[in-house]
C-alpha cells in the first residue's frame, strides 16, 4: 500500500498513506476534518479527468494513516506535509486545502515558503482564525469548542451523526445531500483516531494563521459557502479575502460547509480553470 514512510532520524514523523493518480501538473488536496483523503472522491476524478495528477494523502490520525497520541499541532502538521512534497519530488505545486487543511497550506507557506508551490486554494477554510478572542470579535466562542470536545468524549458516533447534519446545512426540510452521502462521511469520520479527532478541534479552533498568511505571494483562490453553518464564512474567509486582497475570491450562495459534495461541480470548474 502507498505509504510516505516514517523517516527514522525524525521522532515526529509518521506513516501517511496517500494515493497519487493521473499525470501532468501536480495538485495535492488535504482534507477536512474528521474525515479522510476519500471526500476528495469527485474532485479527484474531475482532475484527473481533466489532465491533473492528483495526490490525496490522510492527515496524521485519520484515514489509513498513523494514529499517534500527539503531534496535531498546525507545526507538526505542516512538516508532514513538507515531507509529503519533498518525498514525492513534487514541484509547481498546487496545494488545496479544505477547512482544517486549509490551515496546512497556510502553515505550509509561512514555515516552508513557496519554492515548490505554484498556487494556493483555500476551500471553506477555518484560515485566518476561527475562535473569538479579543483580536477576533467575529469568531466563535471558546464555548461552543469546548462542547464538541465533551461531545467527542461522551458519545462520538452519535455526535457525529449530529455533526454530518451541520455539515451540509440539513434541516427538516432541507435535504442537501442523500442519506447514503451521510452515511459515507460518518463512515469515514468515525474510522479516525478518537484522540486525533479531540484534540485537533482545538487546533484548527485556535491557531491563528495571520503571520501566515502576510508572508503569501504566489497566486490564492478562496471559495466559502454562505450558508456555511460549521465554519462561519464572515469570521474566515471574509477577513482572508481582504488580507490577500489580490486573491481570487468565489462566495457559493446558498452553500453549506460540505460544498465539495453539495456544489461540486462549480467548484471542480473554479479548481480546474485556476490551476490551468
Not at 495526490?55 to 496524521?60: L, M, T, V
Not at 487543511?101 to 497556510?106: D, M, Q, S
Not at 476551500?123 to 470536545?149: A, N, Q, W, Y
Request: glycine share 6%; hydrophobic share 40%.
Amino acid at each position: 500500500m502507498p505509504y510516505i514512510k516514517k523517516d527514522p532520524s525524525n521522532s515526529t514523523s509518521v506513516n501517511l498513506f496517500f494515493e497519487d493518480i493521473g499525470s501532468g501538473k501536480p495538485v495535492l488536496l488535504i482534507h477536512g476534518w474528521p474525515v479522510s483523503h476519500e471526500m476528495w472522491e469527485y474532485q479527484v476524478n474531475a482532475l484527473v479527468d481533466a489532465g491533473y495528477r492528483c495526490i490525496a494523502y490522510d492527515r496524521r490520525g485519520f484515514g489509513q494513516s498513523d494514529k499517534p497520541w500527539d503531534g496535531y499541532d498546525y507545526d507538526t502538521l505542516a512538516a508532514d506535509l513538507h515531507q509529503v512534497i519533498t518525498t514525492l519530488e513534487l514541484n509547481e505545486l498546487t496545494l488545496v486545502g479544505f477547512s482544517m487543511g486549509g490551515g496546512e497550506v497556510v502553515r505550509y507557506l509561512g514555515r516552508y515558503g513557496s519554492s515548490r508551490i505554484s498556487k494556493a486554494v483555500l476551500v471553506s477554510s477555518v484560515v485566518p482564525l476561527l475562535m473569538k478572542t479579543e483580536r477576533h470579535e467575529e469568531g466563535v466562542p471558546k464555548e461552543m469548542f469546548d462542547e464538541i470536545v465533551a461531545n467527542i468524549h461522551k458519545d462520538r458516533p452519535a455526535f457525529l451523526t449530529t455533526f454530518g447534519k451541520q455539515f451540509f446545512s440539513e434541516g427538516v426540510l432541507n435535504k442537501p445531500v442523500s442519506q447514503e452521502i451521510q452515511n459515507w462521511m460518518h463512515q469515514l469520520a468515525v474510522a479516525s483516531s478518537p484522540r486525533a479527532t479531540a484534540v485537533c478541534v482545538r487546533s484548527f479552533s485556535e491557531t491563528d494563521f495571520r503571520t501566515d498568511l502576510s508572508t503569501i505571494t504566489i497566486p490564492v483562490m478562496i471559495i466559502h459557502g454562505d450558508d456555511d453553518k460549521t465554519v462561519p464564512i464572515k469570521a474566515t474567509s471574509e477577513i482572508t479575502s481582504s488580507l490577500l486582497p489580490n486573491a481570487a475570491y468565489y462566495r457559493f450562495e446558498n452553500a453549506p460547509h460540505g460544498l465539495f459534495i453539495t456544489h461540486k461541480d462549480e467548484l471542480n470548474q473554479l479548481l480546474i480553470n485556476f490551476i490551468g
